[in-house]
C-alpha cells in the first residue's frame, strides 16, 4: 500500500526567506511523486513530478524537490518565497498507469509574510 | 491546447437527490480520474476512467458512478446524496501509458443541504 505524510499543515515565512514542504511517502513498488500546489477555490496546478530519472526534480515557479530514497522523502523547496507562493500544497504518489489510485497527502498551507 | 474544464461550478441539491457532475479532458489524454475534495483535506480518489470502462476505484460506495464517452469526457453520478458528499469534486485527466502526471479541472464545488 501506498501513503504519504505531509510535515506541517501550516507553514509561515517572510518574503525572500526559503521556502521548506516536508514530504514522507510509503510504497512497495517504485513511486512515481508529485507536488500540487492549489490556490482558493480552485483545482490542483502539477509543480514537478518525479519518475525516476534524476533525483532532483526542477519545477515551476522556481520550486524543486529532491527524492531521497533512503530517507523516503520527497521534500519542496524554493530558495526565495514570493507572496503569490501563498496556496496549498500537496504532495501525491502513484505507481504510474495515468494516476491510477494517486494518494494524496493532508497538504500544507503556506503563508508568506511581507 | 485546451485544459480540463468542468461543469457546472457551483451547485446546490437537498439530501436524497441525485446529481450529474461533467468533465471534458485535455486534448491527447485518454483517462479521467475523479477525485472529492472535503474541506482542508486532501483529496480521495474515487475511480478511474480508461477506455470508457471503470478502470478500479477507491473507498466509495457504488451510489457513486460513472461514464467516460467515446472522445473522452466524462460523468460523475452521484445518487441518494447524503450531508457528507457536500465537497469539490475535481476530475483529473492523463494518458494512460505516461508517469502518472495529472492535470485537474477547476473542480465543482457540491453543496448538499
Redesign the interface.
Known sequence: AQSVTQLGSHVSVSEGALVLLRCNYSSSVPPYLFWYVQYPNQGLQLLLKYTSAATLVKGINGFEAEFKKSETSFHLTKPSAHMSDAAEYFCAVNRGTGGFKTIFGAGTRLFVKA | ETG?T?SPTHLIKTRGQQVTLRCSSQSGH??V?W?QQAL??????IF?Y?REEE??R?NFPPRFSGLQFPNYSSELNVNALELDDSALY?C?S??????????????T?LTVT
Open positions: 480540463v468542468q485518454n483517462t480520474s477525485y482542508g483535506q486532501g483529496p480521495q480518489f478511474q480508461y478502470n478500479g477507491g475535481l483529473a492523463s494518458s494512460y501509458r505516461q508517469g502518472g502526471e495529472q492535470y485537474f479541472g477547476p473542480g464545488r
